[in-house]
């Protein structure tokens, strides 16, 4: 079995958790090649909870997690305490919600919107809460602030704050032994500890072209217990449009974003008429439909037909058409497209047709 026919698999499982993952783990090769490949995707957790092999690495990954959580649940109440209202938002809402208790490899951070007139607030809370503006030298194994510069361009270049950290260490022997062998962000091995990095970003938008406003107004109240969160249809299109061209763009190759956002699509709560709304107010076209229809392949039956051909039809640009990109994640050549040689066959698809644009078997 393939490294891309594993993957497939176990997304497909993110669908449906209570359903036996229908995957043989004395299949697998014994070189280990198809758990590295997993590794190398953020995808190795889902195959130790779908097979219910909860192996070492794991059992530090959600360590790792349980901090970070407890550090996100610890912002979101004290900045409520001081009247600023709190979005969480992708996987610091997701995997408690669709994966509770665990993490899905180890998470750089947390995310978190809020009303840009509330900024200097927030500031003030997430100082008081030992958070700083700072990055962890492993040469030195020690915190350091951010220059002032820094600070300064990415606030000015972005639409988020320049991420918020502090350390906490673990002392479990176990999670000690990863860290020596792992050493990179969020977990490090410093004179013979691990510290976990807790980085929270905080938001004031989503995306240079979008209002926030829009997700304030359809936020509904957050799967941790506290504070708000977006709408299942605004994680949906705001997780693959954002994704598609972080693989693009920038060289992703995490499925991550897949195992977290496909249960939200399968939860049977998304309103797709949002999904469709939004995508022709953005343009967003292809930079949607592509990851939309390869979710539909996964979970079949529950993305309604108008909604993928709306979204497929939602701009005439193709500038940023940059095509499925499934053969950078999932690891395979891409054949020659002969059938572009033949637009009357049975394998060519037209921008009216998108249903018709792959089949996974």
Not at 205 to 231: I, K, Q, W
Request: charge should be negative.
């Amino acid at each position: 079995m393939s490294n891309a026919e594993v993957a497939i698999r176990l997304l497909r499982w993110c669908a449906d958790r209570a359903q036996p993952l229908g995957l043989d783990l004395a299949d697998l090769p014994a070189d280990d090649s198809v758990r590295s490949f997993l590794r190398s995707r953020n995808m190795d957790s889902v195959l130790a909870l779908g097979s219910g092999v909860v192996d070492a690495r794991q059992a530090v990954y959600d360590a790792v997690w349980d901090c970070q959580l407890t550090a996100l649940l610890e912002v979101i109440e004290a900045l409520a305490s001081s009247d600023v209202r709190t979005l969480t938002f992708k996987g610091g809402e997701l995997l408690p919600r669709y994966f509770p208790g665990h993490s899905i490899g180890f998470t750089g951070d947390t995310d978190v919107l809020v009303r840009r007139d509330q900024i200097e607030t927030v500031k003030s809370v997430m100082y008081g809460l030992g958070f700083r503006h700072a990055f962890f030298d492993t040469d030195q194994g020690v915190m350091k602030d951010r220059d002032l510069r820094d600070v300064a361009d990415i606030e000015l270049r972005h639409y988020e704050l320049a991420p918020f950290v502090k350390t906490v260490e673990l002392t479990d022997p176990v999670v000690v032994e990863v860290a020596e062998m792992y050493n990179a962000h969020p977990l490090h091995h410093v004179s013979g500890r691990a510290v976990a990095v807790i980085a929270v970003d905080v938001h004031h938008n989503v995306a240079s072209d979008a209002d926030p406003s829009m997700l304030f107004d359809r936020a509904v109240p957050s799967s941790l217990g506290v504070g708000e969160t977006l709408s299942p249809a605004d994680h949906v299109w705001l997780n693959l449009s954002r994704y598609y061209n972080e693989v693009a763009l920038h060289g992703g190759c995490s499925l991550r974003p897949f195992v977290y956002t496909i249960p939200e699509v399968a939860a049977g709560t998304v309103d797709w008429g949002v999904v469709e709304q939004v995508a022709r107010d953005l343009a967003l076209g292809p930079t949607l439909s592509y990851f939309l229809r390869f979710c539909d392949q996964l979970a079949p039956g529950r993305i309604p037909v108008p909604t993928l051909q709306s979204v497929h039809q939602s701009t005439s640009s193709r500038v940023r058409d940059w095509g499925w990109q499934l053969a950078k994640l999932f690891d395979f050549q891409e054949r020659f497209p002969s059938y572009a040689f033949d637009p009357s066959g049975d394998n060519w698809t037209s921008r009216s047709d998108p249903r018709r644009a792959m089949t996974l078997r």
